[in-house]
């Protein structure tokens, strides 16, 4: 599968974006979809993950501020984030991972695919 993540830009504190992640081939509905950051000088993390079926997982930081969808009919899953914060500047990054399990994965080496960053400048 190939991913294309769009989206990103400059926004002020307290504002919001939406990115995208728009996936290639028939079988996007099996996948597990995850967004992942990376700030400078950091490790990469992982943000949110959703399984095929609609079910979520969050990171600490963003919970209650960051929601991760899905348009299986679209091949695009979704980032929508509100009430950004400097902290949340980073390049953003789509991964799938192919494969049934019983739970969503926050560890990056589990994501066999991954999409282009894009770039999300939060400033204060």
């Known amino acids: 599968v190939q991913l294309q993540a769009s989206g990103g830009g400059l926004v002020q504190a307290g504002g919001s974006l939406r990115l995208s992640c728009a996936a290639s081939?028939?079988?996007?509905?099996?996948?597990?979809m995850g967004w992942f950051r990376q700030a400078p000088g950091k490790e990469r993390e992982f943000v949110a993950g959703i399984s095929g079926g609609g079910s979520t997982y969050y990171t600490d930081s963003v919970k209650g501020r960051f929601t991760i969808s899905r348009d299986n009919a679209k091949n695009t899953v979704y980032l929508q984030m509100n009430s950004l914060k400097p902290e949340d500047t980073a390049l953003y990054y789509c991964?799938?991972?192919?494969?049934?399990?019983?739970?969503?994965?926050?560890?990056?080496?589990?994501?066999?695919?991954w999409g282009q960053g894009t770039l999300v400048t939060v400033s204060s």
């Open positions: 081939g028939r079988t996007f509905s099996s996948y597990y």
């Open positions: 991964a799938a991972r192919s494969g049934t399990y019983y739970y969503i994965s926050r560890r990056s080496n589990d994501y066999g695919y």
